[in-house]
């Protein structure tokens, strides 16, 4: 059974670091093919896709985001870690973890997401 | 950037209806379209992918056509658990994914 978890904190202040945890079971980032995503949803708006770690430690960014992202992976925790600095109030967002299987594929299993708001 | 666009943005049904989604790439993408279903406080759940690959455990009443740029989710039978937003997501620019606005689907 495939599961993804996400951890960090609910608040936190403008101009401070972010970092969120996906913790995850059902399968391993050491296998081919495996990638986990990191994927945010501000209040009532659409996802947008921020980060992604394939099982071979490639690392790929949001194109908007990249200087102010980092991922990385700890494959015997099975833990996928998202770093975001500068943060700030238009940040405000549910981040989601998630799953791709191959090259192309879709975000097949998603944690639960974790709220994650940016004020003073 | 591939741009992703969705029509209506909501729409009101009643159990029963026929539904009919339209998502439009802005440049092809050949089938790497994926539809996935997002209730309230939830995560989203991949419904479609490969733009008509129905995923195992979700009803028949879903399904997936298209290619290219133009796509389109139908829901058949509208039942009262299908009250949601569905997304449709191009991973074409993989990794660079990117998601339409979604489309709000609320009881008549």
């Known amino acids: 059974q495939v599961t993804l978890k996400e951890s960090g904190p609910a608040l936190v202040k403008p101009t401070q670091t972010l970092t969120l945890t996906c913790t995850f079971s059902?399968?391993?980032?050491?296998?081919?093919?495996?990638?986990v995503s990191w994927v945010r949803q501000p209040p009532g708006q659409a996802l947008e896709w921020l980060a992604r770690?394939?099982?071979?430690?490639?690392?790929f960014y949001s194109t908007s985001l990249k200087t102010r992202l980092s991922i990385s992976k700890d494959t015997s925790k099975n833990q996928v870690v998202l770093i975001m600095t500068n943060m700030d109030p238009v940040d405000t967002a549910t981040y989601y973890c998630?799953?791709?299987?191959?090259?192309?594929?879709?975000?097949?299993?998603w944690g639960q997401g974790t709220l994650v708001t940016v004020s003073s | 950037d591939i741009q992703m666009t969705q029509s209506p943005s909501s729409l009101s049904a009643s159990v029963g209806d026929r539904v009919t989604i339209t998502c439009r790439a802005s440049q092809s993408i050949r089938n790497y379209l994926s539809w996935y279903q997002q209730k309230s406080g939830k995560a989203p759940k991949l419904l479609i992918s490969d733009a008509s690959s129905l995923q195992s455990g979700v009803p028949s009443r879903f399904s997936g056509s298209g290619s290219g740029t133009d796509f389109t989710l139908t829901i058949n039978n509208l039942q009262p658990e299908d009250f949601a937003t569905y997304y449709c997501q191009q991973s074409y620019s993989t990794p660079q994914f990117t998601f339409g606005p979604g489309t709000k689907v609320d009881i008549k």
């Open positions: 770690i394939d099982w071979d430690d490639d690392k």
């Open positions: 059902g399968f391993s980032l050491s296998t081919n093919g495996m990638r």
């Open positions: 998630a799953r791709t299987t191959y090259n192309f594929g879709p975000l097949d299993y």
